[in-house]
C-alpha cells in the first residue's frame, strides 16, 4: 500500500509540475484573483470557496481536462534508480538499433548538404523574406527545382532495420525450432492475443452499434444512429475529455468529430495559440531550412498525387513548414525513443552554449510524412487549429509509427501483432504468401507505417482514426491490416508472387474497400 | 523515509543443475547469488534495488538472528515473485525495481547474509541474472521542524471584555485568517512558472555546422 501511495504523490506531483508551466495555470490564477470581488467568496472558507467558483463556472473540468490529457499522453513515473534513457526505451539492444538508425539518417542528411552545397540553414535576405510573406498561402503554385533532393528513408528502408533487429541475449538459432518466428520481425515482445483484444476493444464487439456500420442506409436511423448523435452533442455540451473518449470508440458524427477531436487532444484555440503560430510562421520567413526542401519534395510526390488531398496543398505546406520550427515538440523526446539531431553553430564546434537541435524540432521528416496532415484538412480549415491537432497527434501516436521502441504501439510492437495474428488465424494463407516469397509484412508494412493515410478513403479513415484516439493506442492498425488479409484471402491464395499479390487489384484498391465491409463479413468482427 | 546504502558483497552466480554442466545441453534456469556484508553488524533491511536482466522469477533468502544468543537461520522472506509475466517475451525483463520490507513473509531484522535464487523457465535467453543490486537499511530519523510557537498555538490571551462590547471582531479569528493569507502568499511567492522558451536559435544566428554523430 505504502508503495502505491508513494507512488500516486509522485504522478501527482509531476503532473502538478507540467501543469503550472501551462497557460491553463496562469488563466486559473487569473480567474482566482478575480474570483475575490466576488460577494459569495468569503475570506474565512477562502480555498473552498473558491473550489465551488471554479466548480460551477466550468473552470474545474478544464483542469479534469488537463490532467487526463497528460495521463493520456506521459508514460507512468519510472522508478528512481532508472535513468532518463530508461525511460525513452527500457531494452537496451533497441536503444542501440535507434541510435544505429539515427546515425544512418544524420550521414544521409550530411551527404546531401555537401553534394548539393546547400546549407543546412540559411537567413532569408530581406526581399526572400518579403516574397515569401506574400505568397504564403499559395506555396503549392510554387515549383522550386527539387529535382537533386532526394527522401532521407522511405518505409521500406525502415522496414529492413527492423527486419534484421535482433536481442542479443535471444536464441537466435539458424537450425529451425519451435523457437524461429516465422515471420519477418525476430524479436519477442509481448502482444496482445486474441482474448486480451477481444477485452481490449469490448466496444467493437458484434452486440455494440459502430457508426459507419450501423448508420448505413439499410438501417433505421431510430435504431442507432439518432441516440448516438444526440449523446455525441450532450458530450460535447459537458466538455469532457474523458467522456468524449469513451464516446469516440463508437465512431463520430461527422458533424461532432472537429470538437470531439479538439475536446479529446484538449485543444482549444486561445489567442496565445494563433500568436505562437504566426511566431512559426516568422521563424519560417526568416530562415529557410534544408528540411523545408524535402517537404516540399514529399508534399509533391505523395499528398499531391492523391485524389483525395491535393487540394490541401497549401494547406500542408503552412502546417509542416511550422511544424519543423517548433522547439515545444523537443519535450516529446523524454519519451520517445528518438533523438533530435544536434549541432554547433558554425565555428563553435563542441561548444555547449552555441548547441542546438537540427531542424529545431527535432524531427527529420521522411517519404510520406505529409500523409499525417492530409486528412486532418478535411476537419480543420483554420491554420492554427490544424497545427495544433496535428502537433498534438504527432507527439501522442505517430512518431511510434517511426522510431525504433518495445512500447505496446510502437511499430515494432505492431508489426509482430499482424504477423502473430496472421499466422495464428489464417496459417494457410501465412504459410502460403512465405513460400511464394511474400511475406505479408512486407505488404502491410506500409499501410501500418502511414497509418493507413493515402490507403483508405477519407471517411474510412477518419473512422479509423477516431478509434486510435478513443483507445489511446495504435494496435488497432494492426488489427485491421490483418482483417484485410482475412477479408481476401481467397484471392490472395492464388497468387504466385509478391509482385502480383501487390499489383493486383485485390490489395491494392484498399480506397474502395469500406471498413464496414472488412469489418462486418471479415475483420474485426470475424476476430470475436 | 530515508535509507542508507548497505556496503554488500555480491558473490559471482552459482547455477543450479543437473549433471555435468559442460556436456547438457540444456541451459540452467536456476541461478543462486549470495550477498554478505563483510563489514557491517547484523541490520534491518528497509528496501532492496536492482535493474533485472531476463530473470522471471526471484526468490530470497535471509540468514536471520532471533535472539541474541542463538544461531542465525536461514529464512524464506520472498518466494516466486514475479519479474516478468511471461518468460518468453521481453516484458520486464530490463526493468528497474524495488522490494521494501513490507512485502517480505517475514519480519527483515537482524539480517547478516542474503541469498537470492533467481528462475527464468523460458530456453529462449542465453543468460539472465539481476544487476546493481542495492541493500539499503533505514536511515536516521529526520529531525522534526520545530515551529515556532505562536504559529501552531496562538496562546490564547485574556480577551478585555472592552473590545467584544465595542464590537470589533473576534482576535482568535482575525489571526487565523491571517494566517491563512500569509500561508496562500508564501505559497505564491514559492512556485515559480517554467516558462516555454520557444528559441532555436543562438543570438538569431542558426548557421549550422554539418550534424553531429554523438
Request: proline share 6%; charged share 20%.
Given at each position: 500500500?505504502?508503495?502505491?501511495?508513494?507512488?500516486?504523490?509522485?504522478?501527482?506531483a509531476?503532473?502538478?509540475?507540467?501543469?503550472?508551466?501551462?497557460?491553463?495555470?496562469?488563466?486559473?490564477?487569473?480567474?482566482?484573483?478575480?474570483?475575490?470581488?466576488?460577494?459569495?467568496?468569503k475570506?474565512?472558507?477562502?480555498?473552498?470557496?473558491?473550489?465551488?467558483?471554479?466548480?460551477?463556472?466550468?473552470?474545474e473540468?478544464?483542469?479534469?481536462?488537463?490532467?487526463?490529457?497528460?495521463?493520456?499522453?506521459?508514460?507512468?513515473?519510472?522508478?528512481?534508480?532508472?535513468?532518463?534513457?530508461?525511460?525513452?526505451?527500457?531494452?537496451?539492444?533497441?536503444?542501440?538499433?535507434?541510435?544505429?538508425?539515427?546515425?544512418?539518417?544524420?550521414?544521409?542528411?550530411?551527404?546531401?548538404?555537401?553534394?548539393l552545397?546547400?546549407p543546412?540553414?540559411?537567413?532569408?535576405?530581406?526581399?526572400?523574406?518579403?516574397?515569401?510573406?506574400?505568397?504564403?498561402?499559395?506555396?503549392?503554385?510554387?515549383?522550386?527545382?527539387?529535382?537533386?533532393?532526394?527522401?532521407?528513408?522511405?518505409?521500406?528502408?525502415f522496414?529492413?532495420?527492423?527486419?534484421?533487429?535482433?536481442?542479443?541475449?535471444?536464441?537466435?538459432?539458424?537450425?529451425?525450432?519451435?523457437?524461429?518466428?516465422?515471420?519477418?520481425?525476430?524479436?519477442?515482445?509481448?502482444?496482445?492475443?486474441?482474448?486480451?483484444?477481444?477485452?481490449?476493444?469490448v466496444?467493437?464487439?458484434?452486440?455494440?452499434?459502430?457508426?459507419g456500420?450501423?448508420?448505413?442506409?439499410?438501417?433505421?436511423?431510430?435504431?442507432?444512429?439518432?441516440?448516438?448523435?444526440?449523446?455525441?452533442?450532450?458530450?460535447?455540451?459537458?466538455?469532457?475529455?474523458?467522456?468524449?473518449?469513451?464516446?469516440?470508440?463508437q465512431?463520430?458524427?461527422?458533424?461532432l468529430?472537429?470538437?470531439?477531436w479538439?475536446?479529446?487532444?484538449?485543444?482549444?484555440?486561445?489567442?496565445?495559440?494563433?500568436?505562437?503560430?504566426?511566431?512559426l510562421?516568422?521563424?519560417?520567413?526568416?530562415?529557410?531550412?534544408?528540411?523545408?526542401?524535402?517537404?516540399?519534395k514529399?508534399?509533391?510526390?505523395?499528398?499531391?498525387?492523391?485524389?483525395?488531398?491535393?487540394?490541401?496543398?497549401?494547406?500542408?505546406?503552412?502546417?509542416?513548414?511550422?511544424?519543423?520550427?517548433?522547439?515545444?515538440?523537443?519535450?516529446?523526446?523524454?519519451?520517445?525513443?528518438?533523438?533530435?539531431?544536434?549541432?554547433?553553430?558554425?565555428?563553435?564546434?563542441?561548444?555547449?552554449?552555441?548547441?542546438?537541435f537540427?531542424?529545431?524540432?527535432?524531427?527529420?521528416?521522411?517519404?510520406?510524412?505529409?500523409?499525417?496532415?492530409?486528412?486532418?484538412?478535411?476537419?480543420?480549415?483554420?491554420?492554427?487549429?490544424?497545427?495544433q491537432?496535428?502537433?498534438?497527434?504527432?507527439?501522442?501516436?505517430?512518431?511510434?509509427?517511426?522510431?525504433?521502441?518495445?512500447h505496446?504501439?510502437?511499430?515494432?510492437?505492431?508489426?509482430?501483432?499482424?504477423?502473430?495474428?496472421?499466422?495464428?488465424?489464417?496459417?494457410?494463407?501465412?504459410?502460403?504468401?512465405?513460400?511464394?516469397?511474400?511475406?505479408?509484412?512486407?505488404?502491410?508494412?506500409?499501410?501500418?507505417?502511414?497509418?493507413?493515410?493515402?490507403?483508405?478513403?477519407?471517411?474510412?479513415?477518419?473512422?479509423?482514426?477516431?478509434?486510435?484516439?478513443?483507445?489511446?493506442?495504435?494496435?488497432?492498425?494492426?488489427?485491421?491490416?490483418?482483417?484485410?488479409?482475412?477479408?481476401?484471402?481467397?484471392?490472395?491464395?492464388?497468387?504466385?508472387?509478391?509482385?502480383?499479390?501487390?499489383k493486383?487489384?485485390?490489395?491494392?484498391?484498399?480506397?474502395?474497400?469500406?471498413?464496414?465491409?472488412?469489418v462486418?463479413?471479415?475483420?474485426?468482427?470475424?476476430?470475436? | 523515509?530515508?535509507?542508507?546504502?548497505?556496503?554488500?558483497?555480491?558473490?559471482?552466480?552459482?547455477?543450479?543443475?543437473?549433471?555435468?554442466?559442460?556436456?547438457?545441453?540444456?541451459?540452467?534456469?536456476?541461478?543462486?547469488?549470495?550477498?554478505?556484508?563483510?563489514?557491517?553488524?547484523?541490520?534491518?533491511?528497509?528496501?532492496?534495488?536492482?535493474?533485472?536482466?531476463?530473470?522471471?522469477?526471484?526468490?530470497?533468502?535471509v540468514?536471520?538472528?532471533?535472539?541474541?544468543?542463538?544461531?542465525?537461520?536461514?529464512?524464506?522472506?520472498?518466494?516466486?515473485?514475479?519479474?516478468?509475466?511471461?518468460?518468453?517475451?521481453?516484458?520486464?525483463?530490463?526493468?528497474?525495481?524495488?522490494?521494501?520490507?513490507?512485502?517480505?513473509?517475514?519480519?527483515?531484522?537482524?539480517?547478516?547474509?542474503?541469498?537470492?535464487?533467481?528462475?527464468?523457465?523460458?530456453?529462449?535467453?542465453?543468460?539472465?541474472?539481476?544487476?546493481?543490486?542495492?541493500?539499503?537499511?533505514?536511515?536516521?530519523?529526520?529531525?522534526?521542524?520545530?515551529?515556532?510557537?505562536?504559529?501552531?498555538?496562538?496562546?490564547?490571551?485574556?480577551?478585555?471584555?472592552?473590545?467584544?462590547?465595542?464590537?470589533?471582531?473576534?482576535?482568535?479569528?482575525?489571526?487565523?485568517?491571517?494566517?491563512?493569507?500569509?500561508?496562500?502568499?508564501?505559497?505564491?511567492?514559492?512556485?515559480?512558472?517554467?516558462?516555454?522558451?520557444?528559441?532555436?536559435?543562438?543570438?538569431?544566428?542558426?548557421?549550422?555546422?554539418?550534424?553531429?554523430?554523438?
Amino acid at each position: 500500500m505504502l508503495q502505491e501511495e508513494s507512488d500516486l504523490s509522485l504522478i501527482i506531483a509531476q503532473i502538478v509540475q507540467k501543469l503550472k508551466g501551462s497557460n491553463l495555470y496562469s488563466q486559473l490564477e487569473r480567474q482566482a484573483w478575480a474570483s475575490l470581488q466576488r460577494p459569495e467568496i468569503k475570506l474565512e472558507s477562502l480555498k473552498e470557496d473558491i473550489k465551488e467558483f471554479f466548480k460551477i463556472s466550468g473552470w474545474e473540468k478544464k483542469l479534469q481536462n488537463a490532467v487526463y490529457s497528460e495521463l493520456s499522453v506521459f508514460p507512468l513515473p519510472s522508478h528512481p534508480a532508472a535513468p532518463p534513457e530508461h525511460l525513452k526505451e527500457p531494452l537496451v539492444y533497441m536503444r542501440k538499433a535507434q541510435g544505429s538508425w539515427e546515425k544512418r539518417i544524420l550521414k544521409s542528411l550530411n551527404s546531401m548538404c555537401t553534394e548539393l552545397s546547400i546549407p543546412l540553414a540559411r537567413k532569408r535576405p530581406v526581399g526572400e523574406q518579403k516574397e515569401l510573406l506574400n505568397k504564403w498561402n499559395e506555396m503549392g503554385t510554387d515549383e522550386p527545382d527539387l529535382s537533386l533532393f532526394r527522401p532521407v528513408y522511405a518505409p521500406k528502408d525502415f522496414l529492413e532495420v527492423l527486419i534484421n533487429l535482433r536481442n542479443p541475449n535471444y536464441e537466435n538459432g539458424d537450425s529451425l525450432s519451435f523457437r524461429t518466428h516465422l515471420g519477418l520481425i525476430q524479436v519477442p515482445l509481448k502482444v496482445k492475443d486474441i482474448p486480451e483484444l477481444k477485452e481490449c476493444f469490448v466496444e467493437l464487439g458484434l452486440n455494440i452499434g459502430q457508426l459507419g456500420i450501423d448508420d448505413s442506409t439499410q438501417v433505421p436511423p431510430e435504431l442507432f444512429e439518432n441516440e448516438h448523435v444526440r449523446i455525441g452533442q450532450k458530450v460535447l455540451a459537458e466538455q469532457d475529455s474523458a467522456a468524449a473518449q469513451q464516446y469516440i470508440r463508437q465512431g463520430s458524427p461527422t458533424a461532432l468529430r472537429a470538437e470531439l477531436w479538439a475536446l479529446i487532444l484538449n485543444i482549444s484555440s486561445q489567442p496565445e495559440d494563433v500568436l505562437y503560430y504566426e511566431q512559426l510562421k516568422t521563424n519560417v520567413i526568416q530562415h529557410d531550412l534544408l528540411v523545408d526542401s524535402l517537404i516540399y519534395k514529399d508534399v509533391k510526390l505523395t499528398a499531391s498525387n492523391d485524389d483525395y488531398y491535393f487540394v490541401f496543398e497549401d494547406y500542408l505546406y503552412q502546417v509542416l513548414l511550422c511544424f519543423s520550427r517548433d522547439t515545444s515538440v523537443l519535450s516529446h523526446f523524454a519519451f520517445n525513443s528518438a533523438s533530435p539531431p544536434k549541432s554547433y553553430i558554425r565555428g563553435k564546434l563542441g561548444l555547449e552554449e552555441y548547441a542546438v537541435f537540427y531542424p529545431p524540432n527535432g524531427v527529420i521528416p521522411f517519404h510520406g510524412f505529409s500523409m499525417y496532415v492530409a486528412p486532418l484538412c478535411f476537419l480543420y480549415h483554420e491554420p492554427s487549429k490544424l497545427y495544433q491537432i496535428f502537433r498534438e497527434m504527432y507527439v501522442r501516436f505517430f512518431f511510434r509509427l517511426h522510431s525504433i521502441s518495445s512500447h505496446p504501439s510502437g511499430i515494432v510492437s505492431l508489426c509482430l501483432l499482424f504477423e502473430t495474428l496472421l499466422q495464428t488465424y489464417l496459417p494457410q494463407l501465412f504459410y502460403h504468401l512465405r513460400e511464394i516469397g511474400a511475406q505479408p509484412l512486407r505488404i502491410s508494412f506500409k499501410w501500418m507505417v502511414r497509418a493507413f493515410s493515402g490507403y483508405l478513403a477519407t471517411d474510412q479513415l477518419l473512422l479509423l482514426w477516431d478509434r486510435i484516439l478513443g483507445y489511446n493506442s495504435l494496435e488497432i492498425l494492426a488489427v485491421l491490416a490483418a482483417a484485410v488479409f482475412a477479408f481476401r484471402a481467397v484471392n490472395l491464395m492464388e497468387v504466385t508472387s509478391l509482385a502480383a499479390a501487390e499489383k493486383k487489384n485485390h490489395l491494392r484498391e484498399l480506397k474502395s474497400m469500406y471498413l464496414d465491409d472488412i469489418v462486418k463479413i471479415h475483420g474485426l468482427f470475424w476476430l470475436f | 523515509m530515508s535509507r542508507v546504502l548497505v556496503p554488500c558483497h555480491v558473490k559471482g552466480s552459482v547455477a543450479l543443475q543437473v549433471g555435468d554442466v559442460r556436456t547438457s545441453q540444456g541451459r540452467p534456469g536456476v541461478l543462486v547469488i549470495d550477498v554478505t556484508f563483510p563489514s557491517v553488524a547484523p541490520f534491518e533491511l528497509q528496501e532492496i534495488t536492482f535493474k533485472n536482466y531476463y530473470t522471471a522469477f526471484l526468490s530470497i533468502r535471509v540468514r536471520q538472528y532471533t535472539s541474541a544468543h542463538t544461531p542465525a537461520k536461514w529464512v524464506t522472506c520472498l518466494r516466486d515473485y514475479c519479474l516478468m509475466p511471461d518468460p518468453h517475451s521481453e516484458e520486464g525483463a530490463q526493468e528497474y525495481v524495488s522490494l521494501f520490507k513490507h512485502q517480505m513473509l517475514c519480519d527483515m531484522a537482524r539480517i547478516s547474509e542474503l541469498r537470492l535464487i533467481l528462475r527464468q523457465p523460458s530456453p529462449l535467453w542465453l543468460s539472465f541474472t539481476v544487476e546493481e543490486l542495492q541493500i539499503y537499511q533505514q536511515g536516521p530519523k529526520s529531525p522534526s521542524v520545530t515551529f515556532p510557537k505562536w504559529l501552531s498555538h496562538p496562546v490564547p490571551c485574556e480577551q478585555p471584555a472592552l473590545l467584544r462590547e465595542q464590537g470589533l471582531p473576534d482576535p482568535s479569528r482575525v489571526s487565523s485568517e491571517v494566517q491563512q493569507m500569509w500561508a496562500l502568499t508564501e505559497m505564491i511567492r514559492a512556485s515559480h512558472t517554467s516558462a516555454r522558451i520557444g528559441r532555436f536559435d543562438v543570438d538569431g544566428c542558426y548557421d549550422l555546422n554539418l550534424l553531429s554523430y554523438t
